[in-house]
Protein backbone atom coordinates (compact mmCIF):
# COMPACT_ATOMS: atom_id res chain seq x y z
CA UNK A 1 0.00 0.00 0.00
CA UNK A 2 1.21 3.17 -0.68
CA UNK A 3 -0.12 6.92 0.93
CA UNK A 4 -0.44 9.82 -1.05
CA UNK A 5 -0.55 13.23 0.09
CA UNK A 6 -0.48 16.50 -1.34
CA UNK A 7 0.46 19.84 -0.02
CA UNK A 8 1.01 23.60 -1.32
CA UNK A 9 -2.36 24.37 -3.02
CA UNK A 10 -3.38 28.35 -1.82
CA UNK A 11 -4.61 31.31 -3.48
CA UNK A 12 -2.95 32.85 -6.17
CA UNK A 13 -2.84 35.80 -8.12
CA UNK A 14 -3.24 35.49 -11.98
CA UNK A 15 0.18 35.58 -13.40
CA UNK A 16 1.80 34.33 -9.91
CA UNK A 17 3.29 31.03 -8.97
CA UNK A 18 2.43 28.12 -6.97
CA UNK A 19 4.43 24.85 -6.15
CA UNK A 20 2.47 21.41 -5.49
CA UNK A 21 4.24 18.55 -3.61
CA UNK A 22 3.36 15.22 -3.64
CA UNK A 23 4.30 12.76 -0.48
CA UNK A 24 4.78 9.27 -1.30
CA UNK A 25 5.19 6.57 1.45
CA UNK A 26 6.89 3.70 0.28
CA UNK A 27 9.92 1.93 -0.47
CA UNK A 28 9.29 1.11 -4.12
CA UNK A 29 8.73 5.11 -4.83
CA UNK A 30 11.18 5.36 -7.01
CA UNK A 31 9.82 2.57 -9.52
CA UNK A 32 6.77 4.18 -9.64
CA UNK A 33 5.29 6.41 -12.25
CA UNK A 34 3.22 9.74 -10.95
CA UNK A 35 0.61 11.94 -12.00
CA UNK A 36 -1.05 15.07 -11.37
CA UNK A 37 -5.05 15.53 -12.54
CA UNK A 38 -7.49 18.72 -11.55
CA UNK A 39 -10.93 18.74 -10.58
CA UNK A 40 -14.01 21.04 -10.62
CA UNK A 41 -17.45 20.16 -8.63
CA UNK A 42 -18.99 18.59 -11.30
CA UNK A 43 -16.70 18.13 -14.30
CA UNK A 44 -14.57 15.02 -14.81
CA UNK A 45 -11.22 14.64 -13.52
CA UNK A 46 -8.51 16.44 -15.73
CA UNK A 47 -4.97 15.31 -16.70
CA UNK A 48 -2.71 17.75 -16.05
CA UNK A 49 1.12 16.56 -16.21
CA UNK A 50 3.08 13.19 -15.63
CA UNK A 51 6.31 11.95 -15.40
CA UNK A 52 8.37 8.19 -15.41
CA UNK A 53 10.06 6.60 -12.59
CA UNK A 54 13.29 7.88 -13.61
CA UNK A 55 12.19 11.62 -14.33
CA UNK A 56 13.17 10.81 -17.92
CA UNK A 57 10.05 11.50 -19.41
CA UNK A 58 7.55 13.93 -18.93
CA UNK A 59 3.60 14.31 -19.92
CA UNK A 60 1.29 17.42 -20.44
CA UNK A 61 -2.28 18.35 -21.53
CA UNK A 62 -2.24 21.00 -23.72
CA UNK A 63 -4.10 23.42 -21.49
CA UNK A 64 -0.64 23.66 -19.47
CA UNK A 65 2.10 22.94 -21.50
CA UNK A 66 4.69 25.77 -21.44
CA UNK A 67 3.46 26.77 -18.14
CA UNK A 68 4.02 23.89 -15.32
CA UNK A 69 6.43 21.68 -14.82
CA UNK A 70 6.71 18.22 -13.12
CA UNK A 71 9.49 16.78 -11.70
CA UNK A 72 10.28 14.36 -8.71
CA UNK A 73 13.18 13.42 -6.04
CA UNK A 74 13.09 9.99 -5.38
CA UNK A 75 15.41 10.07 -2.55
CA UNK A 76 12.65 12.03 -1.16
CA UNK A 77 9.65 10.11 -2.07
CA UNK A 78 8.42 13.56 -3.71
CA UNK A 79 6.69 14.92 -7.00
CA UNK A 80 6.33 18.55 -7.94
CA UNK A 81 4.43 20.51 -9.77
CA UNK A 82 5.60 23.82 -10.41
CA UNK A 83 2.62 26.29 -11.70
CA UNK A 84 3.97 29.71 -13.65
CA UNK A 85 1.98 32.28 -15.49
CA UNK A 86 -1.67 30.88 -13.60
CA UNK A 87 -5.12 31.59 -14.93
CA UNK A 88 -8.54 31.60 -13.24
CA UNK A 89 -9.28 28.59 -15.43
CA UNK A 90 -6.53 26.62 -13.39
CA UNK A 91 -8.74 26.81 -10.16
CA UNK A 92 -9.75 23.14 -9.31
CA UNK A 93 -8.69 20.60 -6.60
CA UNK A 94 -5.21 19.06 -7.74
CA UNK A 95 -4.64 15.28 -7.02
CA UNK A 96 -1.62 13.69 -7.17
CA UNK A 97 -1.90 9.81 -8.29
CA UNK A 98 1.14 7.05 -8.55
CA UNK A 99 1.54 3.91 -10.08
CA UNK A 100 3.89 1.22 -10.40
CA UNK A 101 5.75 1.86 -14.06
CA UNK A 102 5.79 -1.61 -14.93
CA UNK A 103 1.98 -2.02 -15.67
CA UNK A 104 2.03 0.08 -18.50
CA UNK A 105 -1.49 1.73 -18.44
CA UNK A 106 -1.90 4.94 -20.02
CA UNK A 107 -0.29 8.04 -17.99
CA UNK A 108 -2.89 10.65 -19.29
CA UNK A 109 -6.01 8.53 -18.10
CA UNK A 110 -6.97 8.66 -14.22
CA UNK A 111 -7.52 5.05 -14.77
CA UNK A 112 -3.93 4.34 -15.13
CA UNK A 113 -2.97 4.73 -11.32
CA UNK A 114 -3.67 2.65 -8.38
CA UNK A 115 -3.08 4.97 -5.68
CA UNK A 116 -4.72 8.57 -4.93
CA UNK A 117 -3.98 11.22 -2.53
CA UNK A 118 -6.73 13.50 -0.91
CA UNK A 119 -6.32 16.40 -3.09
CA UNK A 120 -5.17 20.33 -2.56
CA UNK A 121 -6.96 23.29 -3.42
CA UNK A 122 -5.77 25.58 -6.02
CA UNK A 123 -7.72 29.19 -6.31
CA UNK A 124 -6.28 31.61 -8.89
CA UNK A 125 -7.95 34.96 -8.76
CA UNK A 126 -8.29 37.40 -11.67
Known amino acids: QVHVVESGGGLVQTGGSLRLLCAAS????????AGWFRQNPGKEREFVAA????????YYADSVKGRFTISRDNAKNTVYLQMNSVKPEDTAVYYC???????????????????WGQGTQVTVSS
Open 97 to 115: AVTPESDHRSRVLSAGYDY
Open 26 to 33: GRTFSTYA
Open 51 to 58: ISWTGGRT
